[in-house]
């Protein structure tokens, strides 16, 4: 039996804006079913590939497939079968959560009563029935991000782009997120997600790319790319402002040692050997945190850079 074609195909892809190229000859295969990431800062050059992958905008050049389609001569085609979560909520807050599905299913040509259907359906996944009648402009912001989600499937579609989609939500808002994120994936609709949040990436992704300057930097399952450019745990030291601390000292107790501005990260197979190595040598940091190895570490090593700056 044939192996299926990767729902997006992306080949020495670019964009620019004049002079300033944002994104810069990138390649990358999504899998039907799988969800992808892109990882990386503002500036990095995600988002900019999230507006050529939703149709939004065409490549300067390269060569992008979504569906087996090309957006620069097939756009609608593409456009109707996917879904788009934008980064800010774009949502008609003066009516009703209900009357905003309605509204948004109008836009793909679908029957009246299926509209209506596929809304009350949608508000059942959201967890927003009870609040159907009531006005957008009174929805907590996890609400409206969920609603945000909710309209963005009312045309079914078999792929889902989030940007960012929980930036500024509360934990347990997000944690509701990634719950309803993990029930679309497992009724088969493809999701591509850009984050900051290196906890959010290893919890949704299938797979990712870390994304720098409009490069792709290192891609592959989170677990992976965390084994590869990471230790197994990281020591979090913080120091008194004014104490003198020789980095040479640190440096023979770790593989590899980052100073930031407000502490020093000591990568370790040992956090809490290490901890009492650091006390034998005569330095008493004011605080220490062992922890694993995250996704942050990677773009760390990598970058030279934390992912939110």
Known sequence: MATPAPLVVASKLTKDFGSFRAVDGIDFTIERGESFGFLGPNGAGKTST?????????????HLTIFGLDPRTQGPFIRARLGLVPQ??????????????LMFGRYFDLPKAVIKE???ELLDFAQLSDRAKDKVDDLSGGMKRRLTIARSLINQPELLILDEPTTGLDPQARHLLWERLYRLKSEGVTLIITTHYMDEAEQLCDRLVVMDHGHIVAHGAPRDLINEHATREVLELR?????VISEDVLRVLAERVEVLPDRVLM???DGDETLVEI???????????????SLEDV???LTG???VE
């Open 50 to 62: 999230m507006r050529m992958l939703s149709g939004i905008t065409t490549p300067t050049s390269g």
């Open 299 to 301: 773009f760390l090593r």
């Open 267 to 269: 990568y370790v197979h």
């Open 239 to 243: 120091f008194d402002t004014n104490a």
């Open 279 to 293: 006390h034998k040598a005569g330095l008493t940091p004011q605080s220490a945190l062992v922890r694993r190895s």
């Open 88 to 101: 800010e909520d774009t949502l008609e807050l003066e009516l009703s959560v209900l009357d905003n599905l």
């Open 118 to 120: 596929r809304a009350l």
């Open 305 to 307: 850079r934390t992912l």
